[in-house]
Every structure is written in C-alpha cells, then in structure tokens.
C-alpha cells in the first residue's frame, strides 16, 4: 500500500509555469508505477502524464507534450510535474495516483492508489 500527497497547485497567468509535487509514503517506492491525471469540473478524468517505476518509461497526454515533464526522485520518495506554458484548458483538480510495477500506462481505471489532489487554475 502507498499513500499519496499531492502539493504546489494554484493560481496562474497563462504562459506560467508550476511545478507539482507528489509525496509517497509506504514500502518500495520504487516499484510504482505513477501518474498524473486532471479532472475539470462537469468532465471526465484526462490521464496527463505517467512514468514507469524504473524511471525509463514516460507517457504523455497529447494536449500537454512538450509542455509538461514528469519526473521522480526515489531518493525522496516524491514524483513531480513540471507544466510549463500554461493554458486555461489545463485547469483542473491534478491527482497523483500509482500502481504496482507494469508499464507507464495510459489508463487510469489501472492505477489502484489515488491523492487528494491539488487544484491548478490558468487565468487568461
């Protein structure tokens, strides 16, 4: 079992930038699989981004490539989200949520462990 708390959400002007923080606690972080998934109020839940529990394998929703990077560090048991150039599309609830080993995965019915979330919000 891993527990999930997310971080760095806000307030930013379009163009900005963020960096968003996942904090996992529980045995073996390194074999989680994690990602980064957005809910917008009155949508559905978009995957936005994945990294596999070796660190070899990322996945990124269209609408975000080349605009965000995720990453982890095992040492701090922590996975972040770099979103740069942000739009008012990209506003939404993020969730941290991970797995148990397997690949960086597109679909989130796949990850078992979910955060709270942190809400980003774009102005235009």
């Known amino acids: 079992q891993v527990q999930l708390v997310e971080s760095g959400g806000g307030l930013v002007q379009a163009g900005g930038s963020l960096r968003l923080s996942c904090a996992a606690s529980?045995?073996?972080?390194?074999?989680?699989?994690f990602a980064w998934v957005r809910q917008a109020p009155g949508k559905e839940r978009e995957f936005v981004a994945a990294?596999?529990?070796?660190?070899?394998?990322?996945a990124y929703a269209d609408s975000v490539k080349g605009r965000f990077t995720i990453s982890r560090d095992n040492a701090k048991n922590t996975v972040y989200l770099q979103m740069n150039n942000l739009k008012p599309e990209d506003t939404a609830g993020f969730y941290c949520?991970?797995?148990?080993?397997?690949?960086?995965?597109?679909?989130?019915?796949?990850?078992?462990?979910w955060g709270q979330g942190t809400q980003v919000t774009v102005s235009s």
């Open positions: 949520a991970a797995r148990f080993g397997g690949a960086a995965t597109k679909q989130p019915s796949l990850y078992d462990f």
């Open positions: 529980g045995r073996a972080f390194s074999t989680y699989t």
């Open positions: 990294i596999s529990h070796s660190g070899g394998e990322t």
